[in-house]
Protein backbone atom coordinates (compact mmCIF):
# COMPACT_ATOMS: atom_id res chain seq x y z
CA UNK A 1 0.00 0.00 0.00
CA UNK A 2 1.30 3.22 -0.65
CA UNK A 3 2.63 5.13 2.24
CA UNK A 4 2.92 8.64 1.02
CA UNK A 5 0.34 9.81 -1.22
CA UNK A 6 0.83 13.12 -3.15
CA UNK A 7 -2.21 15.00 -5.21
CA UNK A 8 -2.82 16.84 -7.52
CA UNK A 9 -0.59 14.28 -9.51
CA UNK A 10 -0.55 17.18 -12.16
CA UNK A 11 -0.89 20.80 -12.25
CA UNK A 12 -0.59 23.79 -14.53
CA UNK A 13 -1.47 27.25 -13.65
CA UNK A 14 0.17 30.92 -14.81
CA UNK A 15 3.22 32.51 -14.25
CA UNK A 16 2.41 34.29 -10.70
CA UNK A 17 -0.42 32.19 -9.69
CA UNK A 18 -0.35 30.80 -5.90
CA UNK A 19 -0.02 26.77 -5.91
CA UNK A 20 -0.43 24.33 -2.59
CA UNK A 21 0.61 20.94 -2.93
CA UNK A 22 -0.72 17.69 -0.91
CA UNK A 23 1.48 15.20 1.05
CA UNK A 24 0.08 12.91 3.28
CA UNK A 25 1.31 9.77 4.48
CA UNK A 26 0.81 6.90 6.91
CA UNK A 27 3.85 5.25 8.61
CA UNK A 28 5.22 3.68 11.79
CA UNK A 29 8.06 5.64 13.32
CA UNK A 30 7.94 9.02 11.48
CA UNK A 31 11.42 10.90 12.21
CA UNK A 32 11.37 13.40 9.13
CA UNK A 33 9.40 14.68 6.20
CA UNK A 34 11.77 15.80 3.02
CA UNK A 35 10.35 18.09 -0.31
CA UNK A 36 12.88 17.62 -3.23
CA UNK A 37 12.41 19.32 -6.95
CA UNK A 38 12.93 17.39 -9.44
CA UNK A 39 14.08 18.62 -13.21
CA UNK A 40 15.49 17.01 -15.19
CA UNK A 41 17.48 14.60 -13.19
CA UNK A 42 18.88 15.05 -9.71
CA UNK A 43 16.09 15.35 -6.53
CA UNK A 44 17.30 18.97 -5.13
CA UNK A 45 16.23 19.24 -1.50
CA UNK A 46 13.82 22.19 -0.67
CA UNK A 47 12.87 21.27 2.82
CA UNK A 48 13.28 18.73 5.89
CA UNK A 49 10.13 19.20 8.56
CA UNK A 50 9.98 17.57 11.31
CA UNK A 51 7.74 19.25 13.87
CA UNK A 52 4.13 20.28 13.54
CA UNK A 53 2.99 23.78 13.11
CA UNK A 54 6.25 25.21 12.31
CA UNK A 55 6.46 26.58 8.57
CA UNK A 56 10.09 26.60 6.71
CA UNK A 57 9.96 29.27 4.48
CA UNK A 58 12.54 29.66 1.66
CA UNK A 59 11.99 32.90 -0.65
CA UNK A 60 8.42 32.23 -2.29
CA UNK A 61 8.35 28.53 -1.29
CA UNK A 62 7.21 27.44 2.19
CA UNK A 63 6.24 24.43 4.15
CA UNK A 64 4.27 23.08 6.52
CA UNK A 65 3.48 19.88 8.41
CA UNK A 66 0.91 18.13 10.35
CA UNK A 67 1.86 15.60 12.39
CA UNK A 68 -1.83 15.08 14.16
CA UNK A 69 -3.31 15.09 10.65
CA UNK A 70 -0.27 12.89 8.94
CA UNK A 71 -0.04 15.73 6.03
CA UNK A 72 1.97 18.16 5.00
CA UNK A 73 1.57 21.14 1.79
CA UNK A 74 4.35 22.87 -0.32
CA UNK A 75 3.33 26.47 -1.34
CA UNK A 76 4.89 28.39 -4.02
CA UNK A 77 3.63 32.06 -4.39
CA UNK A 78 3.96 34.63 -7.60
CA UNK A 79 5.00 31.09 -9.39
CA UNK A 80 7.50 31.19 -12.05
CA UNK A 81 8.21 28.95 -15.24
CA UNK A 82 11.61 27.77 -13.76
CA UNK A 83 9.20 26.40 -11.07
CA UNK A 84 7.75 24.18 -13.30
CA UNK A 85 8.97 20.64 -11.97
CA UNK A 86 8.07 17.78 -10.68
CA UNK A 87 7.58 18.04 -6.63
CA UNK A 88 8.67 15.01 -4.74
CA UNK A 89 7.31 14.51 -1.26
CA UNK A 90 9.29 11.75 1.07
CA UNK A 91 9.10 10.52 4.49
CA UNK A 92 11.77 9.08 6.89
CA UNK A 93 10.39 6.00 9.05
CA UNK A 94 11.82 3.46 10.76
CA UNK A 95 14.74 4.13 9.02
CA UNK A 96 13.66 3.64 5.37
CA UNK A 97 12.59 6.11 3.25
CA UNK A 98 9.39 6.59 1.36
CA UNK A 99 8.08 8.33 -1.83
CA UNK A 100 5.36 9.77 -2.74
CA UNK A 101 4.70 9.43 -6.64
CA UNK A 102 4.90 13.25 -7.38
CA UNK A 103 3.01 16.40 -8.29
CA UNK A 104 3.99 17.84 -11.76
CA UNK A 105 3.81 20.92 -11.67
CA UNK A 106 3.99 23.48 -15.08
CA UNK A 107 4.01 27.02 -15.13
CA UNK A 108 2.63 28.71 -18.36
CA UNK A 109 4.02 32.09 -19.42
CA UNK B 1 28.71 23.54 -4.45
CA UNK B 2 29.88 19.96 -3.60
CA UNK B 3 28.28 17.38 -5.20
CA UNK B 4 27.43 13.77 -5.39
CA UNK B 5 28.81 12.63 -8.99
CA UNK B 6 27.56 8.97 -10.79
CA UNK B 7 29.14 7.17 -13.51
CA UNK B 8 28.05 6.08 -16.06
CA UNK B 9 25.37 8.14 -16.90
CA UNK B 10 23.81 5.45 -18.95
CA UNK B 11 24.81 1.49 -18.82
CA UNK B 12 23.02 -0.67 -21.47
CA UNK B 13 23.80 -4.60 -20.06
CA UNK B 14 22.74 -7.90 -21.45
CA UNK B 15 20.53 -9.75 -19.16
CA UNK B 16 21.93 -11.83 -16.45
CA UNK B 17 25.11 -9.67 -16.79
CA UNK B 18 26.61 -8.34 -13.95
CA UNK B 19 26.59 -3.97 -13.69
CA UNK B 20 28.34 -2.38 -11.10
CA UNK B 21 26.75 1.61 -10.58
CA UNK B 22 30.10 4.09 -9.44
CA UNK B 23 29.18 7.07 -7.00
CA UNK B 24 31.06 9.74 -5.31
CA UNK B 25 29.36 11.05 -2.69
CA UNK B 26 29.82 14.95 -1.22
CA UNK B 27 33.45 14.49 0.14
CA UNK B 28 32.12 15.29 4.40
CA UNK B 29 29.54 13.20 4.08
CA UNK B 30 29.45 9.99 6.49
CA UNK B 31 26.15 8.82 5.05
CA UNK B 32 25.38 6.94 1.62
CA UNK B 33 21.86 5.85 -0.01
CA UNK B 34 20.64 4.06 -3.17
CA UNK B 35 17.62 4.30 -5.10
CA UNK B 36 15.68 3.45 -7.75
CA UNK B 37 13.03 4.90 -10.12
CA UNK B 38 11.43 2.39 -12.35
CA UNK B 39 10.19 4.81 -15.67
CA UNK B 40 7.03 6.32 -14.47
CA UNK B 41 6.96 5.33 -10.91
CA UNK B 42 8.02 6.71 -7.79
CA UNK B 43 11.74 6.86 -6.85
CA UNK B 44 12.42 3.47 -3.87
CA UNK B 45 14.74 3.14 -1.38
CA UNK B 46 17.15 0.54 -1.49
CA UNK B 47 20.31 0.73 0.70
CA UNK B 48 21.11 3.01 3.42
CA UNK B 49 25.36 2.65 4.24
CA UNK B 50 27.59 4.12 7.66
CA UNK B 51 30.23 3.27 8.58
CA UNK B 52 31.43 0.81 6.33
CA UNK B 53 28.17 -1.29 6.85
CA UNK B 54 24.40 -1.71 5.71
CA UNK B 55 22.35 0.62 8.13
CA UNK B 56 19.10 -0.62 6.73
CA UNK B 57 17.66 -1.81 3.32
CA UNK B 58 14.27 -2.23 1.91
CA UNK B 59 12.70 -5.71 0.26
CA UNK B 60 14.12 -4.63 -3.02
CA UNK B 61 17.58 -5.09 -2.05
CA UNK B 62 17.70 -9.11 -2.23
CA UNK B 63 20.51 -11.24 -2.60
CA UNK B 64 21.44 -9.88 -6.39
CA UNK B 65 22.42 -6.45 -4.99
CA UNK B 66 25.60 -5.60 -2.91
CA UNK B 67 27.06 -2.32 -2.16
CA UNK B 68 30.42 -1.39 -1.38
CA UNK B 69 33.00 1.56 -0.41
CA UNK B 70 36.03 0.39 -1.78
CA UNK B 71 38.14 3.15 -1.21
CA UNK B 72 37.71 6.70 0.42
CA UNK B 73 35.99 8.24 -1.93
CA UNK B 74 33.70 5.54 -4.20
CA UNK B 75 30.22 3.69 -3.06
CA UNK B 76 29.24 1.05 -5.42
CA UNK B 77 25.98 -0.32 -6.59
CA UNK B 78 26.72 -3.94 -7.67
CA UNK B 79 23.67 -5.82 -9.16
CA UNK B 80 25.05 -10.02 -9.65
CA UNK B 81 22.60 -11.01 -12.62
CA UNK B 82 20.51 -8.61 -13.82
CA UNK B 83 16.97 -8.96 -14.68
CA UNK B 84 14.81 -7.06 -16.95
CA UNK B 85 13.16 -5.49 -14.12
CA UNK B 86 16.35 -4.26 -12.64
CA UNK B 87 15.71 -1.30 -15.68
CA UNK B 88 15.64 1.75 -13.94
CA UNK B 89 17.92 5.31 -13.20
CA UNK B 90 19.22 4.87 -10.13
CA UNK B 91 20.42 7.41 -7.26
CA UNK B 92 23.43 7.50 -5.17
CA UNK B 93 22.58 10.33 -2.32
CA UNK B 94 24.66 11.38 0.40
CA UNK B 95 24.36 13.31 3.93
CA UNK B 96 26.50 14.47 6.80
CA UNK B 97 24.56 13.18 9.21
CA UNK B 98 21.52 11.01 9.63
CA UNK B 99 19.08 13.57 10.10
CA UNK B 100 20.28 15.81 7.81
CA UNK B 101 18.87 16.56 4.12
CA UNK B 102 20.38 14.16 1.67
CA UNK B 103 22.07 15.23 -1.75
CA UNK B 104 21.58 13.57 -4.86
CA UNK B 105 23.37 12.54 -7.91
CA UNK B 106 22.00 13.19 -11.57
CA UNK B 107 21.57 9.48 -11.39
CA UNK B 108 22.22 6.10 -13.48
CA UNK B 109 19.70 4.72 -16.33
CA UNK B 110 20.50 1.01 -16.98
CA UNK B 111 18.77 -0.52 -19.38
CA UNK B 112 18.49 -4.04 -19.19
CA UNK B 113 18.33 -5.78 -22.74
Known amino acids: EDKVVQSPLSLVVHEGDTVTLNCSYE??????LLWYKQEKKAPTFLFMLTSSGIEKKSGRLSSILDKKELFSILNITATQTGDSAIYLCAVEAANQFYFGTGTSLTVIP | EPEVTQTPSHQVTQMGQEVILRCVPISNHLYFYWYRQILGQKVEFLVSFYNNEISEKSEIFDDQFSVERPDGSNFTLKIRSTKLEDSAMYFCASSSLSNQPQHFGDGTRLSIL
Open chain 1, 27 to 32: VTNFRS
